[in-house]
């Protein structure tokens, strides 16, 4: 037989107390009810705990991977932009190579024999410079790249500052020889016909062009490339009137067409001296100036020994 359990109380503001009779067994579950609602309370609560805490962590987890996102798009740029930097370079250093060949042959002289240039050096592909790529796959192989491409780069750069250092000593020897050889453009102005092969403007006909026409507006100055002496100044057919000079060493310079000279025979003058003014006299389709460089006696292609 299930035995009461009897609890008592006040009621009202009266001094009377009342009587509950409540059996056992429902009383043990009351309790184990309010136990297992305050353990369910206490669950919910740590983990709600929890997921405030995880929720913090994931906030600063995601401005971390902000950071570094932004951090590596930096780094990306700088690899890209200096490996840009690394090609401008390398275009220069190739530059100061083609000057330095044009220097050796209008000064004939030739390079050492264990002389390489730029040979061996290779190019960055121009997508992988785009700074817009992911690097995700690039990134590694283009700082090996760049890496193999500045040591291949400083290798040849030794190499020419040693070829520089060579030519220069040969060239304080030379002075005089390089003082009397063509190397600037007689006239400013638009190269009209280059040397070598061409159809003829006055017959139609294959023919060979022995020199470069360079056109500006009529008396426009015209410039010695070279100290030399006037070996001719005067008119002779299909020329016009045309200036020779002479600058030693098998070395002569011709400008023709000319509308009017300003230098006699036999006068002696200097690298940038005016000599005459452009015209259009002679065979000759419009004002020009007709320039040769001739090499004991044989015409050459005068671009090569135009370095300015």
């Not at 990306?76 to 530059?95: M, N, P, W, Y």
């Not at 020419?160 to 020889?177: D, H, M, P, V, Y």
């Not at 009209?192 to 022995?210: L, M, Q, V």
């Not at 460089?293 to 005068?302: D, K």
Request: charged letters at 20%; glycine letters at 10%.
């Amino acid at each position: 037989m299930n035995k009461r359990i009897k609890i008592w109380f006040h009621s009202g503001s009266n001094a009377n107390i009342r009587e509950i009779s409540i059996y056992k067994p429902i009383l043990v579950c009351l309790f184990f009810l309010v136990l297992g609602t305050g353990a369910c309370l206490a669950f919910l609560g740590y983990d709600y705990y929890q997921l405030k805490t995880l929720s913090l962590y994931n906030g600063n987890l995601t401005r971390i991977i902000d950071v570094q996102a932004h951090e590596i798009k930096r780094h990306r740029t700088q690899i890209q932009t200096f490996a840009k930097t690394v090609e401008g370079l390398k275009k220069q250093v190739a530059s100061l190579s083609i000057l330095e060949d044009k220097v050796r042959l209008i000064a004939d002289i030739k390079k050492p024999g264990n002389a390489s240039g730029l040979i061996g050096i290779g190019g960055i592909p121009g997508a992988r410079l785009d700074q817009d790529i992911p690097m995700d796959s690039l990134h590694n192989n283009l700082i090996r790249e760049m890496h193999q491409q500045v040591k291949q780069s400083s290798a040849v750069i030794k190499e020419q500052a040693l070829s520089f250092g060579s030519l220069i000593q040969q060239l304080e020897k030379k002075r005089n020889l390089l003082a009397s050889t063509p190397s600037i453009k007689p006239v400013d102005g638009w190269i009209t016909s280059e040397f070598g092969y061409r159809k003829s403007p006055f017959t139609g006909e294959r023919d060979f062009h022995s020199g470069l026409d360079i056109a500006n507006k009529l008396g426009t100055s015209v410039t010695t490339t070279a100290n030399g002496k006037i070996s001719y100044a005067g008119r002779k057919m299909y020329y016009g009137n045309l200036v020779i000079i002479d600058h030693g060493y098998g070395k002569v310079t011709k400008y023709g067409h000319l509308e009017r000279i300003l230098v006699d025979q036999g006068q002696k003058v200097k690298r940038g001296e005016v000599i005459a003014l452009l015209g259009n006299t002679g065979q000759s389709t419009g004002p020009h100036v007709h320039y040769e460089v001739l090499i004991n006696g044989t015409p050459v292609n005068p671009i090569k020994y135009i370095l300015n």
